[in-house]
T-cell receptor
Framework: QKEVEQNSGPLSVPEGAIASLNCTYS??????FFWYRQYSGKSPELIMS????GDKEDGRFTAQLNKASQYVSLLIRDSQPSDSATYLC????????????FGKGTKLSVIP | GAVVSQHPSRVICKSGTSVKIECRSL??????MFWYRQFPKQSLMLMAT?????????EQGVEKDKFLINHASLTLSTLTVTSAHPEDSSFYIC?????????????FGQGTRLTVV
């Protein structure tokens, strides 16, 4: 059974601070990892993808992957109230069909 | 990013009726589409994977005779919830990936909020 675990939160950070979101996954065969942002009542929006160990930066977002520890994280710098949402971690596996396994999400609240 | 259009965004139906949800890839050919269901405060649960021109692959516990999936073209997949019951009320989301998008990314439709009364 493939599982992706996330702390459900809520995680509250003040505006301008760094928000740190964490995720672990069980399937060692997972080859790629994604962070999605989901606002209430909306479908997920892709924020970051990462495929190899290390850091990947895109604007205020940095994804970190450690395959040995089966650990993925997302850092959001200079957090804004508009970043308040639920962040879903997903792992991808399976050649061809490429299925994603999602965590339950971490709810982030950025306090003005 | 690529555009995946899902319709309708909201639907209310009576118990026992059927509802069809459409998922279209607007600017690429979707070789594979995925259908998810999300209950309140829960994560997305994969229901089935459909490949164009072939039968859908359903996840364990998902009734294929109740949730009919048709992926007849490279730009359209439909999910029909047959004989809907209140417990089928949920947020249904499709996602699609295709050759033009590269190897990994899948883009989501806007989701359909189904309420069965």
């Amino acid at each position: 059974q493939k599982e992706v675990e996330q702390n459900s939160g809520p995680l509250s950070v003040p505006e301008g601070a760094i928000a740190s979101l964490n995720c672990t996954y069980s399937d060692r065969g997972s080859q790629s990892f994604f962070w999605y942002r989901q606002y209430s009542g909306k479908s997920p929006e892709l924020i970051m993808s990462i495929y190899s160990n290390g850091d990947k930066e895109d604007g205020r977002f940095t994804a970190q992957l450690n395959k040995a520890s089966q650990y993925v994280s997302l850092l959001i710098r200079d957090s804004q109230p508009s970043d308040s949402a639920t962040y879903l971690c997903a792992s991808g596996s399976g050649a061809g069909s490429y299925q994603l396994t999602f965590g339950k999400g971490t709810k982030l609240s950025v306090i003005p | 990013g690529a555009v995946v259009s899902q319709h309708p965004s909201r639907v209310i139906c009576k118990s026992g009726t059927s509802v069809k949800i459409e998922c279209r890839s607007l600017d690429f050919q979707a070789t594979t589409m995925f259908w998810y269901r999300q209950f309140p405060k829960q994560s997305l649960m994969l229901m089935a994977t459909s490949n164009e021109g072939s039968k859908a692959t359903y996840e364990q516990g998902v009734e294929k005779d109740k949730f009919l999936i048709n992926h007849a073209s490279l730009t359209l997949s439909t999910l029909t919830v047959t004989s809907a019951h209140p417990e089928d009320s949920s947020f249904y989301i499709c996602s699609a990936r295709g050759f033009m998008l590269g190897d990994t990314e899948a883009f989501f439709g806007q989701g359909t909020r189904l309420t069965v009364v």
